[in-house]
C-alpha cells in the first residue's frame, strides 16, 4: 500500500510552497503594504513595532509575519494559542531573552489567534513588550476591541487585513499552477470558468483557494490535463462558505442582513439571508432577528410586519430545513418592503434615558391601587379621573410623576400609520402631542 499522501517525506501542502517570502511576492493588502503606508515602512525600514493583525483566514497574516522577521533579521518565535498555554509562552520568552543576551538579536513572537488566550496569558507578554525583550505580532480573526485586553492593544498597532478579491485569487490559482504541475508530473490546466467558480468558492481566502486546487488536481484523469467545472463541483458538494458564530463574520453578515432590511433593500436581504444560510446558521436565529427588526425598524409604521415575523418563527419551529428558508424570504421580502419607522424604539430609548437620570421617582397618588382602608386613608387612588366615565372614553389628566410631568417620548415618524396616530393623539391631548411630533 502507497503511503499516505501527508506522510509522504518530505511533504508539503501546496499552500505551505506557495508562500510569499518577501513583500515583492505578498499578494493583497494594497492599503497597508504601497509605499507610504505605515506597515510597508516599518517593515521596509527593518525597525518593527508591536501589532496586531486582524483579519479573515488565509489573506496573509502568518506570511507578513515571517516577512517582517526577515527584514528586520530578527529571531522568529511562533506559538498558537490554540495549542499553547503558560508553558510555551515561558518557553518563548526564555529563548527571546536568549536572542537578546547572548546573540544581541531581536525576536518577534508571533501568536496565531491570539484571542484564544485568556486575560492572565495576554498580560503576561506585556513586560517584555515593554523592556524590548520581544516585538509582539498577535494573529486574530475576531475584533480585537472584544477579545483583547486594553493593556495589550494599547501597546500595539491594528492593522486591519482585508478578503483577497476575486482577480488576486485568481492570480494565485494561476501562479501555483505550474507548481503543481511538477508535483504530478502533469502540465496541469484549468478552465476558465472552473476558475471563476473554484475563486468564488474560496470566498477571499488564499489557503483554502490552494487547498481546494490541490484536491483538484488528484481528480484531473491521466488523459486529461485541465482542470473543468465538473471536477470544480464536484469538490464543492456540501461545501460550507465562511459563517464562524462566533466570529466577526458571523456579525458582519448579521449586520448586513439587517441594514439591508433597515434600507428597504430586498434584493440585498435576501442575498444576505441566503449567505447566512450557506453558512449553516440556525433558522431559529434568523427568524428571531426578524422579529427584532419587524419591531425596531418598522414597528407602529406596519404594526402587522411584528405579526408576520411572530408566524415566521413559529412556521420555521415547525419545518426545519430546507422549507424554512423559503418562509425567511417571505418575511425577509415583506419587512424590505414594508414602511419603516422607528418611533416605538426612540421612545423607549428616551424613557429609559430619563429613568436613569430621575431613578425612582414615587408613583403619584392617584395612580396607586388602594385595596385596603389604610391605603384609602393615606389618599391611595384620590383624584384619578375614569376615562370611561367621561365622553369619548378620555379624560386628561397627568400620569407621570410630578418631576417629569409633561415628558414627551413617543414621537411620531413621517409613515402614514405614525401620522396617523399622531393626528389622533393631538386631538386627544393638543400641546401635550404637538400636531407635528
Known amino acids: 500500500m502507497p503511503d499516505d499522501l501527508f506522510t509522504q517525506p518530505g511533504y508539503q501542502p501546496l499552500a505551505s510552497q506557495q508562500r510569499p517570502s518577501s513583500l515583492e511576492n505578498f499578494v493583497g493588502q494594497s492599503h497597508l503594504l504601497t ?69 544581541n538579536r531581536k525576536t518577534i513572537l508571533f501568536v496565531d489567534e491570539v484571542h484564544r488566550f485568556n486575560k492572565s496569558q495576554q498580560d503576561a507578554f506585556l513586560p517584555f513588550v515593554e523592556d524590548g525583550t520581544l516585538i509582539f505580532v498577535g494573529a486574530t480573526t475576531e475584533n480585537p476591541s472584544f477579545e483583547l485586553n486594553n493593556a495589550l492593544l494599547s501597546r500595539c498597532r491594528v492593522y ?24 504530478t508530473n502533469n ?62 463574520y458571523f456579525y458582519d453578515q448579521i449586520s448586513a442582513l439587517h441594514k439591508s432590511v433597515r434600507g428597504s433593500d430586498p434584493n440585498a436581504a435576501v442575498y444576505w439571508l441566503a449567505r447566512m444560510i450557506a453558512g449553516g446558521e440556525d433558522p431559529k436565529f434568523i427568524a428571531r432577528r426578524l422579529l427584532i427588526i419587524a419591531s425596531e425598524d418598522i414597528g407602529l409604521a406596519n404594526p402587522n410586519a411584528l405579526l408576520i415575523a411572530n408566524t415566521t418563527f413559529d412556521s420555521v419551529s415547525k419545518l426545519g430545513w430546507p422549507e424554512s428558508r423559503i418562509v425567511l424570504s417571505q418575511c425577509t421580502i415583506y419587512l424590505a418592503s414594508s414602511p419603516k419607522g422607528n418611533a416605538a424604539y426612540q421612545a423607549i430609548n428616551r424613557a429609559q434615558e430619563l429613568v436613569s437620570k430621575t431613578g425612582d421617582l414615587p408613583v403619584p397618588l392617584p395612580l396607586r391601587n388602594s385595596p385596603t382602608a389604610l391605603m384609602e386613608e393615606l389618599g391611595y387612588g384620590e383624584g384619578y379621573l375614569y376615562a370611561h366615565d367621561f365622553p369619548g372614553n378620555f379624560v386628561v389628566q397627568e400620569f407621570l410623576p410630578d418631576a417629569i410631568a409633561g415628558s414627551n417620548f413617543f414621537k411620531a415618524g413621517s409613515s402614514a400609520k405614525e401620522q396617523e396616530i399622531a393626528k389622533q393623539l393631538y386631538q386627544l391631548w393638543n400641546d401635550k402631542y404637538g400636531a407635528n411630533e
Do not use: C, Y
Not at 507610504?36 to 486582524?54: F, N, T, V
Not at 527584514?71 to 498555554?85: K, R
Open 160 to 183: 486591519v487585513l482585508k478578503s483577497l478579491d476575486i482577480e488576486d485569487i485568481k492570480g494565485i490559482i494561476n501562479t501555483a499552477l505550474p507548481a503543481l504541475s511538477s508535483t
Open 187 to 248: 502540465v496541469l490546466g484549468i478552465d476558465p470558468k472552473a476558475l471563476d467558480l473554484l475563486a468564488n468558492a474560496a470566498d477571499g481566502d488564499a489557503r483554502r483557494a490552494l487547498n481546494l486546487l490541490e484536491i483538484a488536481s488528484d481528480l484531473v484523469s491521466d488523459n486529461n490535463s485541465i482542470i473543468d467545472i465538473e471536477i470544480v463541483q464536484q469538490i464543492l458538494v456540501g461545501d460550507m462558505r465562511r459563517f464562524d458564530n462566533k466570529g466577526e
Open 35 to 103: 509605499q507610504g503606508k505605515p506597515l510597508k515602512e516599518a517593515i521596509s525600514s527593518g525597525m518593527p513595532h508591536s501589532m496586531i493583525l486582524w483579519g479573515p483566514p488565509g489573506v496573509g497574516k502568518t506570511t507578513l509575519a515571517r516577512i517582517i522577521a526577515d527584514s528586520a533579521d530578527a529571531h522568529l518565535e511562533s506559538i498558537s494559542a490554540v495549542l499553547s498555554g503558560v508553558k510555551e509562552i515561558r518557553a518563548a520568552i526564555a529563548t527571546a531573552q536568549q536572542q537578546r543576551d547572548i546573540h
